[in-house]
């Protein structure tokens, strides 16, 4: 019988998760959950933990821990015939810890940049609202400064790309992530990977899942 692959990937905003996560399914197969996705489904098929889910969002309240434990453990596993890579949760030791009486992780993916980095890219973005649209100075330059290349309308930096806005973000982050990657190294799953750049961490990355991925038996 196959072992399927679970994994996590943590980031900080800015750390190039996404670009990271995308290449990891292209290159591995694996299938990516995202746990505001996985909220969503139980909530649009009206569970009786998307009720209740859909209940506290409307207040405007978090989700309680269990709640969102059952109902991500719930999504988990449904998916039985492949691997796959969760982003977006658990944010706290607590939902870790319930989350592994449900599910075993064999991998937990960390990427580390610094914070100054981080900072000096995002600072770089402006958006056009009513489109979402997204550009960057230096990466992904409007054709004509400050204005959306579609409609010709005034870009904006929204506030939470302004540096003091994404320093809280990231003290926010490294507050409550640190129990949580304390949580995932006392297991041993926990793999860091620092750098500045998703063109330099990634070589790593791959090189790593090369060497772990086969020898767990999974499809690849």
């Known amino acids: 019988m196959s072992k399927f692959f679970k994994m996590i990937i943590l980031g900080a905003p800015g750390s190039g998760k996404g670009t990271i996560s995308s290449r990891i399914l292209r290159d591995f ?5 995202s746990s505001g996705d996985l909220l969503r489904s139980q909530v649009i098929s009206k569970t009786e933990l998307g009720v209740k889910a859909k209940a506290f969002m ?9 709640v969102m434990v059952k109902l991500i453990s719930e999504e988990l596993a449904k998916i ?11 944010r706290t030791r607590p939902q870790a810890e319930a989350l592994n009486k449900h599910e075993k992780l064999d ?8 914070n100054e980095v981080i900072i ?4 770089c973005r402006w958006t056009h609202l009513p489109s979402g649209r997204i550009y960057h100075t230096e990466f992904n330059p409007p054709k ?4 959306d290349d579609v409609t010709g309308e005034d870009l904006v930096q929204r506030e939470d790309d302004k ?3 994404i320093r809280q ?11 949580l990657k304390d949580f995932y190294e006392e297991l041993g799953i926990l793999q860091v990977f620092c750098g500045t750049e998703s063109n330099e961490i990634w070589p790593r990355v791959h090189k790593y899942l090369q060497n772990h991925l086969p020898a767990l038996g999974g499809p690849f």
């Open 29 to 33: 197969g694996l299938k990516h959950l």
């Open 58 to 66: 409307t207040a405007g309240k978090l989700v309680p821990d269990d």
């Open 80 to 90: 039985t015939s492949s691997s796959w890579l969760l982003d977006g949760f658990p």
């Open 107 to 114: 991998l937990v993916l960390s990427l580390e940049v610094p």
């Open 120 to 123: 000096d890219r995002l600072k």
């Open 144 to 147: 004509t400064p400050g204005k």
């Open 163 to 165: 540096p003091e806005s």
């Open 169 to 179: 973000r990231l003290d926010l982050y490294e507050s409550s992530t640190k129990p």
